[in-house]
């Protein structure tokens, strides 16, 4: 646990200045209005944070990570490990999260709740989940796509976002994904990049904290479902990088990558 200390304030900062934002400010369906600046950041911050972004993020971070090893064995090694383990992980929360929990929880998504309301459907939220994730799909379009004026300010990306994600939504799959990559690659950067660089470990804290935003922004989620998802995030993280196995790889040795011993904490 001591190798995780310094980077816990960070961590903890942005995790209390998520929950402040999406509790206390007006965030809620602020990003949906046809061409909003914010509408558009929120939108790719959001994507950033799903199934692509977060893939290409992880085939980064392995790059990276390889790459400071010296032999070509050795780059390809830590460069396969790095995404068996991560894809894994994040595989298997997805899986768990999709078909287990937030089944039980049942949570209904604030985007269902607005359409419903503002399309005056007499459709009921409870028998919409007892259909197929594609005839959800199919209800929805059919419901807003042929609506030309009630939904007629609302941007397009955001409503095929709102047509796509018809899950359930207690706890944001997207939060827990970004602060968990966010955290390891926090502790990733802090021990591994120089003194110099060593502040950069904040930033894959601040666009897990941006992407949990954007999903309550966007009206697919709300303050509790993203500040659940992100703390399970931190907490499965923090698990991760406790097991010594992960944590001696991680901070490895420099005689890994040719440069010579700084001090007895980076062994």
Known sequence: MRLLRPIIPAVLSFYGLLVFTVFVLPVAFSACSRDSAWCTFMYWMTESGGQ??????????????????RSL?????????????LGAVLASFAYLNENVIKTLIRVHRPSHTYILRESKSTARLDSLYLLTEPERRK???????????TFR??????IAHWIDEVGYSFPSGHSFNTFLLGTILAFFIYHLAGRRYRWLHVLPLAWAMLVAISR???????????SAGAALGIVLASLVLSIPA??????????????????????
């Open 246 to 267: 992960v944590r001696g790889a991680m901070v490895k040795k420099e005689s890994d990558t040719g440069e010579l011993p700084k001090s007895p904490r980076y062994r």
């Open 216 to 226: 309550v922004a966007l009206g697919v989620h709300t303050a509790r479902d993203v």
């Open 139 to 149: 209800f929805y379009e059919d419901l807003i796509l042929p609506d030309t004026v």
């Open 52 to 69: 692509r972004g977060t893939t290409i993020i992880v085939l980064l971070a392995a790059i990276l990570y390889a790459g400071s090893f």
């Open 73 to 85: 064995t050795q780059k390809a090694k830590v460069f396969f490990l790095t995404v068996l383990t």
């Open 153 to 158: 300010n609302m941007d397009s990306r955001v």
